[in-house]
């Protein structure tokens, strides 16, 4: 079993950077898919990024490219989310993500057996 705790998430103005960590227990962090999720109000959570175990591959939604990077550190047991040019509309409550199956759907929230509590990220204008 993974228990994942997220940190990083505060006030921003618009075109600043935060970044968010999700440190995970247990000893086998290295065979889990990472992802991160977000999710405002009255919305479906929706695909942020998604990293594979070793790390050496990774894929984020088109509304987040070139804005964001997810990277994770199998040595510390934490996945994190560099957010840069940060709009309004990032403006979310973000959710990581851990499964040890997930192969090719990635980006589909049923998949990830476990979750986070999940941090505030607001953007300002």
């Known amino acids: 079993q993974v228990q994942l705790v997220e940190s990083g998430g505060g006030l921003v103005q618009a075109g600043g950077s935060l970044r968010l960590s999700c440190a995970a227990s247990g000893r086998t962090f290295s065979s889990y898919v990472m992802g991160w999720f977000r999710q405002v109000p009255g919305k479906e959570r929706e695909f942020v990024a998604a990293?594979?175990?070793?790390?050496?591959?990774?894929s984020s939604a088109d509304s987040v490219k070139g804005r964001f990077t997810i990277s994770r550190d199998n040595a510390k047991n934490t996945v994190y989310l560099q957010m840069n040019s940060l709009k309004p509309e990032d403006t979310a409550v973000y959710y990581c993500?851990?499964?040890?199956?997930?192969?090719?759907?990635?980006?589909?929230?049923?998949?990830?057996?476990?979750w986070g509590q999940g941090t505030q990220v607001t953007v300002s204008s």
């Open positions: 990293i594979s175990r070793s790390g050496g591959r990774t």
């Open positions: 993500a851990a499964d040890e199956t997930v192969t090719s759907n990635y980006f589909d929230t049923s998949v990830y057996e476990y």
